[in-house]
Each structure stands twice: as structure tokens, then as C-alpha cells.
């Protein structure tokens, strides 16, 4: 009887330990993964490959963002994958949860992400029409009354050549100029605003849009 009862006892004893240990053992983190991509001077990689924490961040405009809101969100584990806007956009479609302060808002996008207010640095940036220096002469005649090239007067010019990365979003009013015009859109890698930009240099195109 004296061993019956012994057992029960340690049993229990046993149970609340485990019980209390438990307790005590924090749960681990939940993750958040951040969609990174190489395109100075939005976002960029020191090491040549995405960060592996915050203390990778780069000094872009993103990065910098990431290296204040980070250590905020407590509770979580961040980490970063290498992701270009086609790869992000159907990953995500397909349910995997990501997040990335690399893309702009559009009516597309709302059906299938979620946004929260723009952090306004990145909201404020202003897009700017790319040249070849050979063809500025020849743009000239395109200038507003402040010395600007007019997106809108270019784009009426089909022996101007414009292209830009397939997927890449501008806001609502330059996407709607855009989809009006036939477009040549290119399928970009990892560095898609390096890769436009030596396209450009090439002459592969006259223009194209940045921010």
C-alpha cells in the first residue's frame, strides 16, 4: 500500500514539475519573413546576399526604415529572403506570408495584400524619366515649363524607346499612363533597376523610370 501511494506521489510530483517547467519555458518566436532585393538605394546587400539580421542592413532608404521598425516589433524573429516582384507576387498568391516595404500600393495588388499606411520617405519619393545623354537634345522639345521631361508628352512618341522591369508598379496615375501605350516590359533578375540602368547604358532603349 506504502508503495502504491509512494508512486502516486512521485507521479504527481513529476507531472507538476514538468508543468511548471513548461510555464516557465518561453514559447519560441514567431517568424516574420521580409522580401529583400538588391536595388540601390532603396535596398541594398553588404555582403552580397540578403541580411541576415538587422545588423546586416544596408544604408538604403528601406534598409534604414527595417533597422528602426525591427527592433520594435519585439517578440518576433525576422529574417530576409531574395525575391523579385514576379516570385514575391506568386508565393504570396499561393498563401505563404510575406511582407516587404519594396512595393508600391496599386488596385491590382489590394485584391490579394494587405497594406498598411506608407512609411512617408517612401511615399514622397519622386519618379524621375531616365535618359541617354545622346538623346537629350532630342527630348528637349518634350520639357515642361519647369525644365521637366512630361511622362505623358514622351509617351506619344513611339520612336522614343522606353522600357522598364516586367511586374514594377509606379502608383496609380503612372501605371494608368503606361498600360495605355504598349510598353516593352523585360523579366529582370535579382538587381532589376541595375540591370534597366545598364540596358540604358547600352542603348538597348532611350529612356526609362526611376526613382
Not at 16 to 26: D, G, K, N, R, S
Amino acid at each position: 500500500m506504502r508503495g502504491w501511494l509512494a508512486a502516486v506521489c512521485f507521479a504527481v510530483c513529476v507531472t507538476v514539475c514538468l508543468q511548471v517547467f513548461a510555464a516557465e519555458t518561453p514559447p519560441p518566436p514567431d517568424t516574420i519573413t521580409w522580401v529583400a532585393q538588391d536595388m540601390p538605394p532603396h535596398f541594398s546587400f553588404v555582403h552580397g546576399r540578403p541580411p541576415q539580421g538587422v545588423a546586416e542592413l544596408g544604408r538604403g532608404e528601406v534598409d534604414g526604415f527595417l533597422r528602426v521598425l525591427l527592433p520594435r516589433m519585439r517578440g518576433y524573429r525576422h529574417e530576409f529572403v531574395d525575391s523579385g516582384t514576379s516570385r514575391y507576387e506568386m508565393e504570396s498568391r499561393r498563401g505563404r506570408t510575406l511582407c516587404s516595404a519594396l512595393h508600391v500600393r496599386t488596385p491590382e495588388r489590394l485584391q490579394w495584400a494587405y497594406f498598411s499606411h506608407p512609411f512617408p520617405p517612401l511615399a514622397s519619393r519622386e519618379l524621375h524619366v531616365v535618359v541617354r545623354r545622346e538623346v537629350l537634345d532630342r527630348l528637349a522639345q518634350n520639357r515642361g515649363q519647369e525644365g521637366r521631361l512630361q511622362l505623358a508628352v514622351l509617351l506619344k512618341h513611339p520612336e522614343l524607346r522606353l522600357l522598364v522591369a516586367r511586374d514594377r508598379a509606379f502608383g496609380p496615375q503612372i501605371d494608368s499612363l503606361l498600360a495605355r501605350q504598349p510598353v516593352t516590359r523585360l523579366v529582370m533578375g535579382g538587381r532589376p533597376s541595375t540591370q534597366v540602368l545598364d540596358m540604358l547604358r547600352a542603348g538597348r532603349m532611350d529612356y526609362t523610370l526611376e526613382y
